[in-house]
């Protein structure tokens, strides 16, 4: 079982990363399925964007998704812990989320799926993995700590609340803050307006063409990763980098840029034993979207602005 530290409704949880590994990976792939479902039936929308969750008040949510001439969702609830699939038609079916292998849950999914008149077909097998399982026959990932999934959610409702008021102080193209289940990671991403250099892809079991989509532009990318260091860690990179962008002040103090990794890291830790959690991830937000726009020159004049500019009218 995950270590609790702190109880499951603590603003900023500790969940040590060795603690739920196992549940972590197979996570990881049932959000794959979950995404692929919403990834077969979504057109697409610029960088991949019609494809990834959101965090809820709950879990995680794929949103609306259209189907012929009506719509349906799916919710992981890791209250409850039921993965919870609705339509338009007023049909509504559960799979439990429990210990349990892949294969079990991709069989389970999408017969609710079929029970609910609902065709679909997702690619068979996982992306951005080294071992690529085809879900139907992945036996070996088959953990569910619920306190872990738990405390993941509760994480990630607080990396998605800053975030997303890191987010209101740009008002050039940026992208919703949400979970790319391919990395297992929560984003959020702006754009300078300038068209960037061809990505040389290299993502393991991903097309070099699924990277050129999402790294079309030139940009500023933020989030947190549950895997990387003890808790977890928030990260920000910017692609394709300008010169002395590893070199930039950054902060808080805990942050540092990796050059393995070519991206600055924040560990967990170190927002959650802030005296004010927030401000030091604001912080680390701010400045590391500096190292990019400062040095890569984006008109900063023209894509930023005070959230706060009509408070005076309401």
């Not at 997303?164 to 919703?176: A, D, Q």
């Amino acid at each position: 079982m995950a270590q609790q530290i702190a109880h499951p409704t603590a603003a900023w949880p500790r969940l040590r990363v060795e603690d739920w590994s196992d549940t972590r990976d197979t996570l990881h792939m049932w959000t794959q399925i979950v995404g692929k479902i919403r990834l077969s039936q979504a057109p697409l929308i610029n960088h991949w964007w019609q494809v990834p969750l959101y965090v809820t008040p709950r879990g995680l949510t794929t949103s609306t998704i259209p189907y012929r001439t009506g719509a349906f969702d799916i919710e992981f609830d890791f209250v409850d812990h039921q993965l919870h699939l609705r339509s338009d038609s007023g049909a509504v079916r559960h799979v439990r989320l429990e210990p349990k292998p892949v294969a079990r849950f991709h069989e389970e999914t999408l017969e609710a799926l079929d029970e609910m008149g609902i065709e679909t077909t997702i690619q068979s097998h996982p992306n951005e993995v080294e071992t690529a399982i085809p879900f139907a026959e992945d036996d070996r990932h088959a953990s569910y700590d619920a306190d872990a999934a738990h405390l993941f959610w509760r994480q990630l409702l607080q990396a998605n609340r800053v975030m997303g008021e890191f987010r209101t102080r740009f008002v050039g193209k940026v992208s919703p803050v949400h979970l790319f289940w391919g990395s297992l990671d929560l984003a959020c991403t702006r754009f300078s307006g300038r068209t960037a250099p061809l990505h040389p892809g290299g993502a393991p079991h991903v097309g070099d063409w699924v990277m050129q989509e999402a790294y079309s532009h030139e940009l500023s990318s933020c989030g947190f990763w549950p895997s990387e260091g003890t808790e977890g860690a928030f990260y920000a990179y910017a692609y394709p980098p300008p010169d002395g962008f590893g070199e930039y002040p950054v902060g808080p103090a805990e942050a540092f840029y990796s050059e393995e990794k070519g991206e600055y890291l924040l560990p967990y830790e170190a927002v959650r034993t802030a005296d004010d959690p927030d401000r030091a991830l604001l912080r680390f937000l701010q400045t590391t979207y500096e190292a990019a726009a400062e040095p890569g020159g984006w008109d900063r004049a023209m894509l930023e602005d005070d959230p706060a500019r009509w408070n005076d009218h309401t």
